[in-house]
């Protein structure tokens, strides 16, 4: 067992020292606006209902960074020290040009193996390990790992492939393997014969690369889940999950998990599973007494649209506000449902939040407006 655990590893490692992933342009740049879900600042408070100050020992951990990843998590996280762990020491180096072709400085680049306990043994506030443990044939114990690295109330962020919305790329990937398929090349070429592949192929831009066709197609190892497989495993790491966050979800925890349920019943859930988790000392323990609507919240809550005492906008999004153009811009909605659009009336009211705002000067129609920037952690709210 260990051996064949130790040939995926090395496969994995070969497979994207070949071909780095993403292979985005070292001239592309970002604006702080579009890392604003990064922001450690933001999330600590929208899961815990506390301010923590830039500058105060913030560390955060990129498990599986790639090569795109740690110089998002940079511009939304400047203050803080952030570990970029990956197998692969080409999208480790990828990642490095990336950041320093931008100013990105705050950064240490870590080749290894995330189930290594000895590299980058934490402990961190945020973890990050987007489309990665699906690669990793023992999920639990991967999630494990990550929790050993959290500090107490640390957030950790997931995404792995859902068993449907994968279904037809596990199709095409099957098929690959089977015919010896072993190039972005050959896939191609299969796939103008191929109508299963082609219509994958017509799905993601990405795909119009040679990086992103292996990474769809050719990786050495891949699993999908359902989410009680999810949930088992984070139960036994120990973690919490507080939400999800794939495209379309809803914010409210339970209501969310009846809608993948139901959709995975009828084989129809359409995207992977991404969700939050917190290292927290009872995850499973439930409120003594219902909260108050300024009450200081309780460790780990994450009640959807909860008002505290403050509400502020999200740091990275003053310049999203302060834009002069009389139409709409638009946010991506990376926290699950979808974002309104930014017209005039919008960024006028979220101009209100560029500091503080006590929660009691809002009028109870001001207040459910505000909850719905809340959700989408375009707004901030803390005691």
Not at 51 to 63: F, K, M, N
Not at 259 to 285: D, G, Q
Not at 317 to 339: E, Q, W
Request: aromatic share 10%; charged share 25%; net charge positive.
């Amino acid at each position: 067992m260990a051996t064949w655990l130790h040939d995926i590893d090395e496969r994995m490692r070969r497979h994207y020292e070949q071909y780095p992933y993403p292979r985005y342009s070292l001239f592309g740049s970002i604006r702080a606006q579009d890392s604003y879900i990064f922001s450690l600042e933001a999330l600590w408070a929208h899961f815990h209902g506390e301010r923590i100050r830039p500058g105060t020992g913030e560390r955060v951990l990129l498990a599986g960074s790639g090569s795109f990843l740690p110089y998002p998590v940079s511009v939304a996280n400047p203050h803080a020290r952030i570990d970029a762990l990956d197998l692969s020491a080409s999208s480790l180096a990828r990642a490095r040009l990336h950041a320093l072709r931008h100013l990105r400085f705050n950064i240490d680049y870590l080749a290894g193996d995330l189930m290594d306990g000895s590299i980058a043994p934490g402990p961190y506030r945020y973890i990050d390990s987007f489309g990665v443990l699906h690669c990793i044939p023992d999920f639990a114990q991967a999630l494990r790992a990550l929790a050993e690295r959290l500090a107490p109330g640390g957030i950790l962020r997931v995404m792995v492939y859902s068993r449907d919305g994968r279904s037809e790329v596990e199709r095409a990937r099957t098929l690959c393997a089977e015919r010896g398929i072993s190039t972005p090349r050959e896939v191609r070429r299969l796939a103008r014969t191929d109508e299963t592949l082609r219509e994958c192929m017509r799905d993601s831009f990405e795909l119009g690369f040679d990086e992103g066709l292996a990474d769809a197609f050719l990786i050495p190892y891949a699993k999908t889940f359902v989410v009680d497989e999810i949930l088992e495993a984070l139960s036994a790491a120990p973690l919490a999950l507080v939400r999800f966050c794939h495209q379309g979800a809803l914010p409210d925890l339970p209501s969310e998990l009846a809608r993948i349920r139901a959709l995975e019943k009828k084989r129809a859930f359409p995207t992977n599973l991404a969700f939050y988790a917190l290292k927290v000392p009872r995850p499973s323990a439930a409120p003594t007494a219902p909260a108050r609507e300024s009450a200081r919240p309780a460790f780990g809550s994450a009640e959807p649209g909860r008002l505290l005492d403050w509400i502020e906008l999200n740091p990275l999004l003053r310049g999203a506000v302060r834009l002069p153009s009389p139409g709409s811009s638009y946010l991506p909605p990376k926290f699950g449902p979808g974002n309104p659009p930014l017209d005039a009336a919008a960024r006028a009211f979220l101009r209100r939040f560029i500091r503080p705002l006590r929660a009691e000067a809002l009028s109870a129609e001001e207040k459910e407006r505000a909850r719905a920037f809340l959700d989408r952690l375009i707004l901030i709210s803390y005691s």
